[in-house]
């Protein structure tokens, strides 16, 4: 193996390597999606079991604030790409736990991807360093 192949193999790792990173972020994005959705459930079935409609309202920055829910039986649901549409609470579940069907999907098409990508990042490891190695006992300078 030559120095020219040596540096390819490791310029393939680094590329490799980028695009594992770039599936790491897409599968915790995921899983916050996914989190975000059993959250979200749990208030609206709460919303509707509560006695006097209040409930905690998280408005971001670790801050929540109590609120009453004038219409706990209406919700108002963003559907993607920036489009909002009212639902009723059960049918704003009903696609949220679809949706987290969907991330799941998602999630274990990505996970395969990486294991994929991670196998063939382990091949290239061990040809550079059978390269490296194969230098070493043949005394050349393998960078």
């Known amino acids: 193996m030559d120095q020219r192949e040596l540096m390819t193999l490791q310029n393939y790792l680094q590329e490799y390597g980028q695009q594992a990173e770039i599936f790491v972020n897409q599968l915790q994005l995921l899983e916050n999606g996914r989190l975000e959705a059993h959250a979200a459930i749990e208030s609206l079935e709460e919303m509707l079991t509560t006695e006097n409609g209040t409930v905690l309202l998280q408005i971001g920055g670790g801050a929540s604030v109590r609120a009453k829910v004038m219409e706990p039986e209406k919700v108002l649901l ?66």
């Open 78 to 143: 963003a559907i993607g790409s920036e489009v909002v549409v009212e639902r009723s609470n059960k049918d704003a579940v009903e696609f949220l736990k679809e949706r987290i069907i969907e991330m799941e999907a998602s999630q274990k098409k990505v996970a395969d991807a990486l294991d994929r990508l991670r196998a063939q990042m382990n091949e290239i490891n061990k040809r550079i360093e059978s390269g490296y190695q194969q230098a070493m006992a043949s005394g050349q300078n393998p960078g």
